[in-house]
């Protein structure tokens, strides 16, 4: 605990032992790059003999000691990201918070740093709570995801628990690319119907839900009934687009995994 009004308890932000890369990188724009990485150890007067050694150990960490008397305006934006970490590791804070870190970078940055992100946290083992709205950094980094929807939470998990169990329909249709494919079978659609009768029976009394979600991968093409899985839920269907140029309005039975 941090903060609490009702208790009395305030801890100075200095006290915390917590970091904060900012969105922007918030660094200073008069100092160079050794003198931002080294800032919170001198304002918590580390000897400097161990604050050349920490600075020297980060800089090298993240590749940026060569950048070390430039000043930030000289770096690019990927180079400042690494600063703003660095800056962040060199005081070894028990709780490093990163609020969407790479939301200013090109694509090719973007994955270049999710890679050293991931090194980072390796090397140093600081937990760190990483603020995103991209699905791919938080399915490939994280190793619990929480969703949150409206500042409320939705479902904490490890990934794979997100995406193969989600807790609602909210979180089901939120996460994946693309989208989850959710059958309305309280529809008259011949689709519906026919997905509710198969549930019916694989799940006796449970099968009388309202909606089901299916994931794309887990559609299969066939091109004959007959080469349908067994037990499989099929229905017959028109492909309409292709990764290979294919015949127009050509017909297909789509199997569903079982």
């Known amino acids: 605990m941090v903060d609490s009004a009702e208790k009395g308890v305030f801890i100075g932000p200095e006290k915390r032992g917590m970091g904060l890369v900012f969105q922007s990188y918030a660094l200073w724009p008069h100092l160079t790059i050794e003198r931002n990485t080294d800032f919170g150890l001198r304002l918590r007067k580390v000897p400097k003999a161990e604050r050349i050694e920490r600075v020297e150990r980060v800089m090298k960490a993240l590749d940026i000691e060569k950048y070390r008397h430039r000043y930030p305006s000289q770096l690019s ?4 990201q690494r600063v703003a970490l660095a800056r962040m590791l060199a005081v070894n804070p028990g709780v490093l918070l990163l609020d969407e870190p790479l939301s200013n970078l090109d694509a090719r940055l ?7 992100l991931k090194r980072i946290h390796e090397e140093f083992r600081t ?5 995103t709205h991209d699905q791919w950094e938080a399915m490939t980094l994280a190793t619990s995801i929480a969703v949150m929807n409206e500042g409320t939470l939705q479902q904490l998990g490890t990934p794979n628990d997100i995406y193969d169990r989600p807790a609602n329909r909210f979180v089901a249709e ?3 690319s693309p989208p989850i494919n959710i059958l309305e079978l309280a529809s008259d659609h011949a689709l519906d119907r026919g997905a509710k009768d198969w ?5 006796g009394e449970r ?9 794309p991968e887990a559609l299969k093409l066939a091109s004959t009934e007959a080469a349908v899985p067994a037990g499989s839920f099929h229905h017959a269907a028109t ?4 990764c290979r140029p294919a015949a127009a309005g050509s017909s297909r039975s789509i199997a569903r995994a079982a």
């Open 77 to 80: 934006g990927g180079q400042q």
């Open 110 to 116: 973007r994955l270049e740093m999710r890679a050293e």
């Open 127 to 131: 937990t760190i709570l990483f603020v």
């Open 174 to 176: 939120f996460v994946g």
């Open 199 to 203: 549930l019916r029976i694989r799940l």
């Open 207 to 215: 099968g009388d839900l309202g909606s089901v979600g299916i994931r």
């Open 239 to 242: 492909v309409t687009g292709f």
